[in-house]
């Protein structure tokens, strides 16, 4: 049990760097980019390179696996994959995380797949990498989190699991680096896991506001409705680009969302993925959702 899968998906990167044995040049981890801060700052922390994998809507918003060269691969000790995506809501499907596990194998390096939005979906529940990963769930570890499913964020709760040598040297670690779940929030944690009602109602709500989305935002900005997650990621590079958008909105509107470049990293060629693009989150009740959005149209046009 971990303290929120933040903690987690820091300390799996410090203990990759060590599992996965010597690599051909210096150790890397790879990261979607856009990303989760925790994988750069657990990266950074392991002293390895990181290596940001553009994800755009030319590639469904998921790391392009076939532009990972072999000299890169031989040198990776983890890479971290989110689905579905933060903030894309983008979700791999199996053909895609069974490739990935075909690369893990040749290569050994660490999958460290962040799924704590999960139980959030629209349509149909996304896969698991943890079920294309084998009986032994070698090389795969998979993050989850009771922020999202249950929205209980403030409780910090979530749980690792996958490949049992590696989570024994991710518990030692652990065991010394970071403070026991205390107890109550287990006990609490133990009644949010085994009940799937309130998950259930927690998806309804969000269905609700992105059929409000659906209605208000139409085809603007080139919105689709997202396979999962409670964000929507729109494009205001024809509205004088995402910072400058971020600010009109909060200014004129009351709304804020948060510029697409700022939850991502420049390109080797100097291109940010997320620039162009804003993240609002779909998290408050549905009237002031409708609210913000009709206002969001009326201030961007």
Request: contains cysteine; glycine residues 10%.
């Amino acid at each position: 049990m971990l303290n929120g899968s933040r903690e987690g998906l820091f300390f799996a990167a410090l203990t990759a760097a060590s599992f996965v044995g010597e690599r051909k040049g210096r150790p890397a981890i790879l990261m979607p980019n856009p990303f989760y801060p925790a994988y750069g700052a657990g990266a950074r922390a392991a002293n390895c390179e990181q290596i940001y994998l553009p994800t755009t809507v030319a590639n469904g918003f998921l790391p392009d696996l076939d532009a990972l060269d072999d000299a890169t691969l031989a040198r990776t000790v983890a890479i971290y994959i989110a689905s579905p995506a933060n903030p894309q809501g983008s979700v791999a499907s199996p053909d895609y995380f069974t490739r990935l596990k075909k690369l893990s194998d040749r290569f050994g390096f660490m999958i460290l797949s962040d799924e704590c939005y999960s139980e959030i979906y629209t349509r149909e529940a996304p896969g698991s990498m943890l079920e294309c990963a084998g009986p032994d769930f070698a090389r795969v570890v998979a993050f989850q989190s009771l922020s999202k499913r249950s929205n209980l964020p403030g409780m910090r709760v979530g749980f690792a699991a996958g490949d049992r040598t590696f989570l024994a040297a991710f518990h030692e670690l652990r065991n010394v680096a970071a403070p026991q779940v205390p107890v109550p929030l287990q006990q609490v944690a133990t009644a949010a896991y085994g009940d799937e009602a309130h998950v259930e109602e927690n998806r309804k709500l969000y269905r609700i506001k992105f059929d409000l989305a659906d209605q208000i935002l139409g085809n603007r900005y080139g919105y689709k409705r997202p396979a999962g997650g409670f964000c929507v990621w729109l494009d205001v590079s024809g509205r004088g680009g995402d910072e400058a958008a971020a600010v009109r909105l909060y200014r004129d509107a009351g709304v804020r969302v948060i510029p697409g470049s700022y939850l991502a990293r420049q390109q080797p060629d100097g291109t940010n993925p997320g620039a162009g693009y804003i993240r609002l989150a779909l998290v408050s009740d549905s009237q002031s959702t409708g609210e913000a959005l009709h206002r969001l149209v009326e201030v961007l046009g």
